[in-house]
């Protein structure tokens, strides 16, 4: 599977931006979906995930009630949509994925994800 990560850029605090992965494959088969990032001099953390049809969501504390994720199963996209962003938010955001439904206790390990987008770059600036 192929994943292109997209929609990057520089924003002010506060701002949105909304990134997406495009699949090479039906999003449909892909049973767990997410999005990490990872900060300069920081390592790579999760931010959200799907599960599923996207029935089942997960967020890091640090974005949760900001940031949305979604797929779009006949577009082979997953999204995600970033609201009032802040300057910590900052870092290169990459997509993964997986053709397993990975457990709710392991969905933030990147270690569990088979397939990595190239990443995209959000600039938070304050």
């Known amino acids: 599977v192929q994943l292109q990560a997209s929609g990057g850029g520089t924003v002010q605090a506060g701002g949105s931006l909304r990134l997406s992965c495009a699949a090479s494959?039906?999003?449909?088969?892909?049973?767990?979906v997410g999005w990490f990032r990872q900060a300069p001099g920081n390592a790579r953390e999760f931010v959200a995930a799907?599960?599923?049809?996207?029935?089942?969501?997960h967020y890091a504390d640090s974005v949760k009630g900001r940031f949305t994720i979604s797929r779009d199963n006949t577009a082979n996209t997953v999204t995600l949509q970033m609201n009032s962003l802040k300057p910590e938010d900052t870092a290169v955001y990459y997509c993964?994925?997986?053709?397993?439904?990975?457990?709710?206790?392991?969905?933030?390990?990147?270690?569990?994800?088979?397939?990595w987008g190239q990443g995209t770059l959000v600039t938070v600036s304050s």
């Open positions: 494959e039906p999003v449909f088969n892909l049973k767990t």
């Open positions: 993964a994925a997986s053709r397993s439904r990975i457990i709710q206790s392991a969905v933030g390990l990147s270690t569990m994800y088979n397939f």
């Open positions: 799907s599960r599923w049809s996207g029935s089942s969501t």
